[in-house]
């Protein structure tokens, strides 16, 4: 099966060896995304701004894949403070409907960039 690469400008360009998004047949794999501005590619400030910024990311890519959000099956969220995660939870039913996908929420010593939360997900369409 072939693998397409997805990309938008609407989301952080990659600033490594990895594409935004591949999809492979019905499923699409975003990458992790931390709260980068996708037009000046600098953090925003704030862990609230930083949610809300990896959820416009991640939002941006599925639609340039032609999915949603509510396409995803699986939601991997890390988070350098586990003390924010009913942050993530708030923001997670403002940009997911039910029913909600199957998630992991995992503590980590540090993120790129000095991030404070990243998120990644796997999206089934079709």
């Known amino acids: 099966m072939p693998k ?19 999809r492979c047949g ?16 600098q953090l925003v400030a704030g862990i609230d701004a930083q949610i809300k910024r ?4 991640l939002q941006a890519v599925a639609v340039a894949a032609g999915a949603t959000l509510d ?8 988070l350098t403070d586990l003390a924010h995660f009913a942050k993530v939870n708030e923001a997670m039913a ?4 039910q029913p909600y996908p199957a998630r992991a929420a995992i503590g980590v010593a540090s993120l790129p960039r000095g991030a404070l939360v990243e998120a990644d997900a796997i999206l089934v369409i079709g």
């Open 54 to 57: 990896v959820f416009d990311n």
């Open 26 to 41: 019905n499923t699409i794999y975003l990458s992790g995304q931390i709260g980068l501005d996708p037009a000046s590619m």
């Open 71 to 78: 396409d995803a099956a699986r939601v991997s969220i890390y």
């Open 4 to 22: 397409a690469v997805i990309s938008t400008p609407h989301a952080p360009g990659a600033i490594g060896t990895y594409s935004q998004a591949l």
């Open 94 to 97: 403002v940009y997911f409907k």
